[in-house]
């Protein structure tokens, strides 16, 4: 069965950075494009970051020079580094891929960017 499990939030002060990791199981992980997603209160649920099979990047505008996606193979994880954080950031964060034409995801984990 296909497994994500996210770790890594928690509470931080506006300016500080945090690393998420997300550890996968199940699936032949490095063929596999893996994308953050985070849901602020009150929010839909909206794609953060998404990185590929061959390594190539994307994010959402209003995360690009802050945030940085990266995956390591070998441990099959994916993480989202996480710099400058600002109140906007709060919400949680979810881990997810696509197989077989079906979304998987984690439980998420809790970001709260707050002085």
């Known amino acids: 069965q296909v497994q994500l499990v996210e770790s890594g939030g928690g509470l931080v002060q506006p300016g500080g950075s945090l690393t998420l990791s997300c550890a996968v199981s199940?699936?032949?992980?490095?063929?596999?494009?893996m994308n953050w997603y985070r849901q602020a209160p009150g929010k839909e649920r909206d794609m953060v970051a998404r990185?590929?099979?061959?390594?190539?990047?994307n994010y959402t505008d209003s995360v690009k020079g802050r945030f940085t996606i990266s995956r390591d193979n070998a441990k099959n994880t994916v993480y989202l580094q996480m710099n400058n954080l600002k109140p906007e950031d709060t919400g949680v964060y979810y881990c997810?891929?696509?197989?077989?034409?079906?979304?998987?995801w984690g439980q998420g984990t809790q970001v709260t960017v707050s002085s």
């Open positions: 199940g699936i032949i992980f490095s063929i596999k494009t």
């Open positions: 990185i590929t099979s061959e390594g190539s990047t």
């Open positions: 997810n891929l696509v197989y077989y034409r079906r979304d998987y």
